[in-house]
């Protein structure tokens, strides 16, 4: 047998380091309530890109937009075409919510989209009535 300085043996001293380096990789492990706080992140940003994005598209295309958003679905009207687009499943929308846009970006209907997350707790977006500014809280 090779034995260590300490008298303890290779194999013994391997075996040691392998088990502390188990517990420091478990503890990198993301626990449920991380990732689902970062699935929800990701729903409400995805969302506040679309409402931009709708904005914008408003804009470039000097036509009114408008965004319903129901039960499980956010549907885009450019006054020539509809687009649906599933919402995401970490978030459940509370009530009925329409938001607009003219051809110059200000909001025709605005407010507040309250989601409600899989803990219960509501998550807001909302967009100015003047600036048509998104913001999500």
């Known amino acids: 047998m090779i034995r260590g300085k300490k008298g303890f043996t290779l ?70 075409s509809v687009k649906t687009i599933s919402l995401p499943e970490s978030l459940t929308l509370k009530d009925t919510a329409s938001i607009g846009f003219n051809s110059a970006g200000h909001p025709i209907q605005s407010g507040t989209i309250v989601f409600i997350n899989k803990k219960g707790v509501e998550r807001r977006i909302a967009v100015a009535v003047g600036t048509g500014r998104v913001r999500a809280y």
Do not use: C
């Open 11 to 80: 194999i013994e001293l391997l075996i040691v380091i392998v088990i502390i380096g188990i517990l420091l990789g478990l503890m990198y492990i993301p626990s449920r309530n991380s990732i689902d706080s970062i699935r929800e992140r990701s729903a409400i940003n995805m969302l506040v890109s679309l409402i931009r994005s709708t904005r914008v598209d408003a804009m470039n295309e000097s036509q009114d937009h408008t965004l319903l958003f129901q039960d499980k679905t956010v549907r885009i009207n450019d006054g020539s």
